[in-house]
């Protein structure tokens, strides 16, 4: 349908309630390329949420002592947690639950491509809450001001609840540091191997995301890739002096002038790989994730066949 | 691995259908009134208090939880707002900083 006049001013209005930084809600009228992008955004964060699970669900089993597995159990049930509030944050946009599985699944949305590296040793544990968890909630505490507001609610409850994640990952890491020989190396590697797929987590430089304009005119994203990322390195640095851990970048150096620290340049091609479908874990994710959608199938049907027949036997009384 | 034209199709076998939506208010302690947390899931209202105590309720955040689905909850036109809510804004004799009482009394 052409555009019409009405569709021009009502889109006046809503980028003038936007700049004048009033919350859109579920049944506001807005752009139809407002409500896809949020849909898109909503859903991948959602993703990440639930096949985060899975590389930190993988040490469940082989947790060293009682204390860090109730730990890491309680830390990949929040992940669910996330997962459901995101979701149900999307929902109101108008698409449904089950499609969302279904486009996950068939690959046709994305979710973050960190959780396509593997979890190789306990220390990976470690350094995914310190790293992977600190480089969310750095992301995330900007979106807490994002203009819708069904997404910043959801951000609100989730940043509460995950500061605790990025500490127990940290602490992990100083116990493992403060160790042996072997376990001060074995944490040492994890940092070598998840410290650039972290920095990538907060997507292509400014340069080369083309999306960003039309999303901070929306204020659907508050605080530039490039930026969320400077402030996650300076946050990080004096943390891994703290752990007597390396960050493995030769080129990283405090910048007086500027106020921040500098740091080498990013692989991007290991990105688009990985985005694209070949890091280590990604077939491997998305089987998972189907296998728990198919075997689940009975239980859902199982429970909504009960409650059809007590709706006809409550009718029927 | 087969493209889109050889995925089954999950929505007719698995999400024909989703569970009904529900709206969890949650009471965070005894005093407070019920305050709206956010939405899920379920086929029915026992099952719906369950996932709701497993999602809103992981860090002792309520002593109590009311679920209502969601067809059920009737919401003003947001469009409406002007009309709908305007009239008391030209009431200012409904709030007490209307009246001019002496400022050494206690009123």
């Not at chain 1, 306990?122 to 480089?135: K, N």
């Not at chain 1, 890739?225 to 405090?254: C, G, I, K, S, Y």
């Not at chain 1, 049907?301 to 006809?312: F, P």
């Not at chain 2, 109590?64 to 909850?73: D, F, G, K, Y």
């Amino acid at each position: 349908m052409p555009p019409t006049n009405s569709d021009e001013s009502r889109n006046l209005a809503f980028q003038q309630a936007i700049d004048a930084d009033r919350t859109v809600e579920p049944r506001d009228w807005m752009p139809e390329r407002y409500r896809s992008t949020m849909i898109r955004q909503i859903a991948q964060h959602a993703h990440s949420e639930i096949i985060g699970m899975q590389p930190e669900g993988n040490w469940i089993t082989r947790a060293p002592s009682l204390r860090r597995k109730a730990i890491l159990l309680a830390k990949v049930q929040d992940e669910a947690g996330h997962g459901l509030y995101l979701y149900a944050a999307a929902e109101t946009l108008g698409v449904g639950r089950g499609e969302l599985t279904e486009l996950l699944i068939t690959g046709r949305q994305k979710y973050s491509s960190i959780f396509n590296y593997p979890t190789q040793t306990w220390a990976d544990v470690g350094a995914i809450g310190w790293l992977v968890d600190g480089a969310a909630i750095t992301n995330q505490l900007a979106l807490t001001k994002t203009s819708y507001g069904p997404y910043a609610r959801a951000m609100v409850r989730i940043c509460r609840e995950e500061s605790f994640h990025q500490r127990q990952g940290f602490e992990l890491l100083s116990e493992l540091s403060r160790g042996t020989v072997a376990q001060h190396e074995m944490a040492q590697d994890a940092v070598n191997r998840w410290w650039w797929p972290a920095l990538m987590m907060f997507g292509p430089p400014d340069t080369e995301s083309p999306n960003t304009a039309q999303s901070m005119a929306w204020k659907i994203k508050r605080v530039s890739n490039d930026e969320l990322r400077q402030r996650f390195v300076d946050m990080t640095v004096p943390q891994a002096q703290a752990l007597a851990l390396d960050l493995p970048d030769p080129q990283l150096r405090w910048n007086e002038a500027r106020g921040h620290y500098d740091f080498g340049p990013i692989d991007w091609e290991e990105f688009r790989q990985v985005v694209g479908g070949h890091g280590a874990c990604n077939a491997q994710r998305i089987a998972v994730r189907r296998a728990a959608d198919e075997d689940g199938a009975w239980v859902r049907e199982a429970a909504r066949a009960w409650e059809v027949r007590q709706n006809s036997r409550t009718s029927a009384a | 691995m087969g493209g889109p034209a050889e995925q089954p199709d999950f929505r007719s076998v698995s999400h024909a259908e989703d569970w009904p939506l529900w709206e969890v208010f949650i009471r965070g302690r005894r005093g407070l009134s019920h305050q709206h947390v956010g939405s899920l899931h379920a086929p029915d209202p026992e099952l719906a208090l369950q996932n709701a105590r497993d999602l809103y309720t992981r860090r002792g955040e309520g002593v109590s939880i009311w679920v209502v689905r969601s067809t059920e909850v009737h919401a003003s036109d947001p469009d409406d707002q002007g009309p709908l809510f305007d009239p008391p804004s030209d009431k200012a004799y409904r709030h007490p900083t209307f009246y001019t009482v002496p400022e050494d009394l206690q009123l």
